[in-house]
């Protein structure tokens, strides 16, 4: 990726790649990724994978990695980021990297769900971060577990402009390797994986069935923008009752995150924080 992408907007990747054994004959339209992505080559594909999960036995392998890069639409000062306790649990705390800025947010609330959202705008207004922080300190759980398609989608069309909002926001990096074959495989794609799979399309050699399919996000989240790649304690998060009073939104406990492109509208990265 070049270093004079435009700092205006914001960079989505999302390269689909086969991996596959040497002397493998492929049709004219992959002979480009097999050339660069051949298994035992010294090639950036294998660091997507885990240890060992290339072999000789390997018969073809799918890779699919999302990178995604943008800035704030308003920046953290570095000078104002300061070490601050994250609550893992009830009883647990551990030493991050707080970012703290004061500004004017979009914040929801469900209080059946027992969260609240506050939405971080990209520069372009097409993408933002959206955090969903629970009321208790351990809620993640119970968020996930009622999290829905239709309760989020009323969750982010309830956001609603908030002023002086003082936001503390924990700097963090994840990095995740996911195996897809038995999610695609309990959605009854199963041929794909078995003798009866028919791949004629990418080679005319016969007998070939994926062996696995992998998915990797990275996400990491700064002062400049992101990059891609029991609980009945005092409540650190208060909503505003009017837009002119102040109110703190304080992420110091685990949490969920989504970034969002509302052009179109789709979630791009969607993770839980438990732990810094």
């Known amino acids: 990726m070049s270093n004079d992408f435009p700092t205006h907007l914001v960079r989505v990747s999302v390269p689909l790649t086969l991996s596959l054994p040497k002397g493998l004959r492929l049709h004219p339209a992959f002979d480009l990724t097999a050339a660069a992505h051949q298994c035992g080559e010294k090639s950036k594909i294998k660091d997507l994978l885990p240890p060992a999960s290339l072999n000789a036995a390997t018969a073809l392998v799918i890779i699919n990695a999302i990178y995604f890069k943008g800035l ?19 009883k647990n705390t551990t ?4 970012m703290f800025q004061k500004n004017n947010y979009k914040m929801s609330q469900d209080a059946d769900m027992g969260v609240t959202a506050l939405e ?6 097409k993408t933002s971060m959206v955090v969903l922080l629970p009321d208790e300190i351990e809620g993640l759980a119970k968020l996930e577990e009622r999290l829905t398609a239709s309760t989020l989608a009323a969750l982010l069309k309830d956001l609603r402009n908030r002023s002086g909002v003082m936001l503390y926001l924990p700097k963090f990096k994840l990095e995740e390797t996911i195996n897809l074959k038995n999610t695609l495989q309990s959605l009854g794609i199963k ?14 050699v016969g007998g070939l069935v994926v062996s696995e399919v992998f998915h990797k996000a990275f996400v990491e989240v700064n002062e ?4 891609a790649a029991a609980a009945t304690a005092v409540v650190a998060v208060k909503m505003c009752a009017m837009v002119t009073v102040p109110c703190e939104f304080i992420v110091d406990h685990p949490f969920m995150f989504l970034i ?17």
């Open 72 to 90: 704030w639409r308003a920046q953290f000062d570095p000078k104002k980021t300061l070490r601050y306790d994250f609550k893992v649990d009830s």
């Open 95 to 98: 030493k991050v990297d707080m």
């Open 120 to 125: 971080i705008p990209y520069r372009g207004g």
């Open 191 to 204: 041929d794909l994986f078995a003798r009866e799979a028919d791949l004629s399309g990418v080679s005319e």
């Open 224 to 227: 400049e923008g992101t990059e």
């Open 260 to 276: 969002r492109s509302h052009d179109p509208e789709v979630i791009l990265f969607m993770g839980s924080v438990r732990a810094l």
